[in-house]
Structures are given as structure tokens and as C-alpha cells.
């Protein structure tokens, strides 16, 4: 495989319920993000995780808990969400080179319903 | 407040002909702009971008134009093709940040009519 996978594709979910999004990127990246999007909005960023490290946690509620067990491998931990957290879940990686920005790869999204 | 914004949420192109998407951003620190392309059910797909350093990069049939004074950035597509019909999204960064992070527009649905 390359590129940037996520799994699943598509999850339902009560309010009760706890469940977890995976996102592995077999692109040698050092750093991976989790980004939203929800109807009618722009994607917005959730976390960054760069060397393995959370540099941003973007003011998200706590019922979103990320885990970057290493460089490649990027979980999104739920538990207790809202309807209203129901949305797309994209993963994101790039190579930070520390002098200049670059291009993020996204997988191909969660697509998250909260009943 | 939205720093980076898409203003048309739809055009409509000839194929052929030219297309034209434009998008503004609010924060001067902003200095990398991106442009990607998403088809439904699929992730956003690179596809171009520019150093605030320049004012023009191209690839292929895509151009990117930025104006810094204006705050405007703008991708060009020539010509037009019935598979380019997707929504694109304007992203902007700053080498700042320590983690590279990406702030998006809320895209536009370009239809390349046949």
C-alpha cells in the first residue's frame, strides 16, 4: 500500500459508544494531523503530531483523544460525541524539513455519523 | 473569523476553456499557499502551491497566481477538462508553526461542462 489509508471508511456510532480511527501513511513522513470537516464548513485542523510529539491541539473537546503510537501510525480516539460531531475525519502527513512549509497528503477520510 | 476564503462556491466552465478560482486570506504571517482538488468520497488531493516569494508557479495546465499586497491568490486551469470538475480548495501555512498546519478555504465546485 502507499500513500496515506485510513480506516473505516465509514463508522456509525451512538453517543455512548467508544471507538477509534486509525490512519497509517507509508510515505516516511514525520509528521501526521488529524483534520474535520463538517457540512457546510472548511476543513479544520484538529491535532498535529510532528516526530511523535502533539505540537497543536487545535481547542478540541476532550471527547477526542489522539494517540501517535510512532511516526506512521496516527489513532483518533472517541468516546461520549455529540450528533453534532458527526462529520468527514480526514488524516493528513508531511515532511516537516524545519526551514519551509510543505504539501500535506490526505487519506481518504472517516466518514462519522453520531446517532 | 475565517482567514482564507473562497467566495464563489460554484463555477461553471466550456471545456476547453479557461477556469479561474480565486481565493483571499486575512493573515499577513501567511507566506505557502496550497491548492488541492477533492472528488467525492476521496480524500483532497495535492496539486500545486506557491511560495510567498513568488508571484506565479505552473504545472501543466495549472497555474498559481499570487498578489501579496492584495491578499489574492488565484488558480488557473487551461484548458478546461470534464474530469477537472471537482471542488478545490485554496490552503495557506506559515513556516512558523512548528507542526506545518494548513488553514483552508471553504472550496469551490468547478463543473467542466462537456
Known amino acids: 500500500e502507499t500513500g496515506v489509508t485510513q480506516t473505516p471508511r465509514h463508522l456509525v456510532m451512538g453517543m455512548t459508544n467508544k471507538k477509534s480511527l486509525k490512519c497509517e501513511q507509508h510515505l516516511g513522513h514525520n509528521a501526521m494531523y488529524w483534520y474535520k470537516q463538517s457540512a457546510k464548513k472548511p476543513l479544520e485542523l484538529m491535532f498535529v503530531?510532528?516526530?511523535?510529539?502533539?505540537?497543536e491541539n487545535n481547542s478540541v473537546p476532550s471527547r477526542f483523544s489522539p494517540e501517535c503510537p510512532n511516526s506512521s501510525h496516527l489513532f483518533l480516539h472517541l468516546h461520549t460525541l455529540q450528533p453534532e460531531d458527526s462529520a468527514l475525519y480526514l488524516c493528513?502527513?508531511?515532511?516537516?524539513?524545519?526551514?519551509?512549509?510543505?504539501?500535506?497528503?490526505f487519506g481518504q477520510g472517516t466518514r462519522l455519523t453520531v446517532v | 473569523d475565517q482567514q482564507v476564503k473562497q467566495n464563489s462556491p460554484s463555477l461553471s466552465v466550456q471545456e476547453g476553456r479557461i477556469s479561474i478560482l480565486n481565493c483571499d486570506y486575512t493573515?499577513?504571517?501567511?507566506?505557502?499557499f496550497l491548492w488541492y482538488k477533492k472528488y467525492p468520497a476521496e480524500g483532497p488531493t495535492f496539486l500545486i502551491s506557491?511560495?510567498?516569494?513568488?508571484d506565479k508557479n505552473e504545472d501543466g495546465r495549472f497555474t498559481v497566481f499570487l498578489n501579496k499586497s492584495a491578499k489574492h491568490l488565484s488558480l488557473h486551469i487551461v484548458p478546461s477538462q470534464p474530469g477537472d470538475s471537482a471542488v478545490y480548495f485554496c490552503?495557506?501555512?506559515?513556516?512558523?508553526?512548528?507542526?506545518?498546519?494548513?488553514?483552508f478555504g471553504g472550496g469551490t465546485r468547478l463543473m467542466v461542462k462537456p
Open positions: 506557491i511560495s510567498s516569494i513568488k
Open positions: 490552503a495557506a501555512s506559515t513556516q512558523y508553526n512548528a507542526g506545518n498546519m494548513l488553514t
Open positions: 503530531y510532528s516526530l511523535e510529539e502533539r505540537v
Open positions: 493528513a502527513s508531511s515532511q516537516n524539513l524545519g526551514d519551509r512549509p510543505t504539501e500535506a497528503f
Open positions: 493573515n499577513s504571517m501567511f507566506d505557502y
